[in-house]
């Protein structure tokens, strides 16, 4: 489990594979393909959607490749398994994890969307590979946030995990800046997922550097 994770996401300046080269040039060696789906009324508009959907995924995950990174596709179980991706990430309203796996064997990493202790336990007696826990604070990159965490909800989760036996990997996502990360990481969560930290500074590239050496402190 890498201790970044990209997400990615667009902005006025960056697409989405823009973000995911800059993050994969700056050292990150996890990311998570997450396209907003618009509301798709026709047919003809879903079927064009997922055209452009796999032809984004095929080509991140050929940067991903090059750069020696974990790809790994948000919600869309068909998609992975049909490209060949190394995982998949499951949303609470999206398929169960354990259906999930039923499809894509024990070969593909699952990782799922957890916001409170009972969650993370479901999903590892599930099988999931690893956990994304969250939101740390409001995003806007996100649709229909859960509550928020802060950090007395990464120590009580991981608390309790601990409590209980279990060794899951679990990273921190929502919100979070650079200057939030040493507290986090102080949490005993195993790292963080980032996205609109990463593409809205000045540098992405060089930001990703300077995250990797703050988690890594």
């Given at each position: 489990m890498n201790?970044?994770?990209f997400i990615s996401h667009y902005t006025e300046q960056y697409s989405y594979l823009d973000g995911i080269?800059?993050?994969?040039?700056?050292?990150?060696?996890w990311v998570q393909l997450r396209v907003?789906?618009?509301?798709l009324i026709t047919d003809e508009a879903k079927a064009e959607f997922m055209a452009s959907l796999k032809a984004m995924a095929l080509e991140a995950q050929r940067m991903c490749?090059?750069?020696g990174a974990t790809f790994i596709i948000d919600d869309n179980v068909a998609l992975v398994k049909e490209i060949g991706a190394d995982g998949v990430h499951l949303g609470k309203k999206d398929m169960p994890i354990n259906g999930a796996r039923r499809i894509l064997g024990k070969d593909f990493i699952i990782g799922g969307t957890a916001n409170t202790f009972e969650d993370?336990?479901?999903h590892y007696e599930a099988g999931a590979d690893y956990i994304g826990c969250g939101p740390f604070r409001f995003t806007t990159t996100k649709q229909g946030l859960s509550?928020?965490?802060?950090l007395e909800g990464y120590r009580s989760i991981v608390s309790r995990m601990r409590a209980e036996g279990i060794d899951l990997p679990i990273v921190a996502i929502g919100g979070i800046t650079k200057e939030d990360i040493p507290e986090i990481m102080q949490t005993g969560?195993?790292?963080i997922a980032l996205s609109g930290t990463i593409l809205n500074a000045e540098n992405p590239?060089?930001?990703t550097r300077r995250i990797i050496e703050t988690i890594n402190k």
């Open positions: 201790n970044l994770q080269r800059m993050a994969l040039e700056g050292g990150c060696k907003k789906s618009p509301d490749r090059e750069h993370v336990k479901a509550p928020i965490l802060g969560v195993t790292g590239v060089a930001e």
